[in-house]
């Protein structure tokens, strides 16, 4: 069966780092994307990876091993309203998005 | 009105009620999708057309019934529900379902209730 692991929770200080990591288990690989959800809003895209390595966009960064089937999204600077839950999606061989469950992030001032 | 937008954004209904959810994009995307957000769960894709064309049906219950008139809009047709369908309705669109292209862009959702 086709799977996405990431953690159900984390907690950051602001202004720190935080990494999200995500493993996956699909029939194929097309693209692993990462989204944020805020509380009672709609998913929202943050990043997009199909070759290896890392990408950085701002704050954030996204890596991605396929040979691992691993990813991670990392967010540096880390400010309030970063809190929000991240959604890990994977695009399988049918071109349909796998989603894992989120990670919620709590920052703590 | 820009992006994606979706009515109505809380409906309640009985089990033997029938009701429609309507989502219109308006970014000029080729690919429309319908999503289930449970609580704790993974979002669960539903439906996906692809030029107006329903590419998947994932073992969605007949209670569901998709209607896509034109790459515009699409619709979710609901008729004797069960309360377990309570949930977030969350519609998508994206430029194509290959690569990149599939980034996709949702609306706000409707979040519905079965009694």
């Known amino acids: 069966g086709q799977n996405i692991d990431q953690p159900t929770e984390m907690t950051a200080t602001e202004g720190a780092i935080v990494q999200i990591n995500c493993t996956y288990q699909?029939?194929?690989?097309?693209?692993l994307f990462w989204y944020q959800q805020h509380a009672g809003e709609a998913p929202t895209f943050l990043s997009y990876?199909?070759l290896d390595g890392l990408e950085e966009k701002g704050r954030f960064s996204s890596f991605l091993s396929r040979s691992k089937g691993y990813s991670y999204l990392l967010l540096k600077e880390l400010q309030m309203k970063d809190s929000a839950s991240y959604l890990c999606?994977?695009?399988?061989?049918?071109?349909?998005?796998?989603w894992g469950a989120g990670t919620k992030l709590i920052i703590k001032p | 009105e820009t992006g994606v937008t979706q009515t109505p954004r809380h409906l309640v209904m009985g089990m033997t009620n029938k009701k429609s959810l309507k989502c219109e994009q308006h970014?000029?995307?080729?690919?429309m999708y319908w999503y289930k957000q449970s609580a704790k769960k993974p979002l669960e894709l539903m439906f996906v057309?692809?030029?107006?064309?329903?590419?998947e049906n994932n073992s969605v219950p007949s209670r569901f019934s998709p209607e896509c008139p034109n790459s515009s809009h699409l619709f979710l047709h609901l008729h004797t529900l069960q309360p377990e369908d309570s949930a977030l309705y969350l519609c998508?669109?994206?430029?194509?379902?290959?690569?990149?292209?599939?980034?996709?862009?949702f609306g706000p959702g409707t979040r519905l209730t079965v009694l």
């Open positions: 998508a669109s994206s430029q194509g379902v290959r690569g990149s292209y599939n980034e996709q862009f």
């Open positions: 057309y692809s030029l107006e064309e329903r590419v």
């Open positions: 990876n199909v």
């Open positions: 970014l000029g995307h080729n690919a």
């Open positions: 699909t029939s194929g690989f097309n693209g």
């Open positions: 999606a994977v695009l399988d061989s049918n071109y349909q998005l796998i």
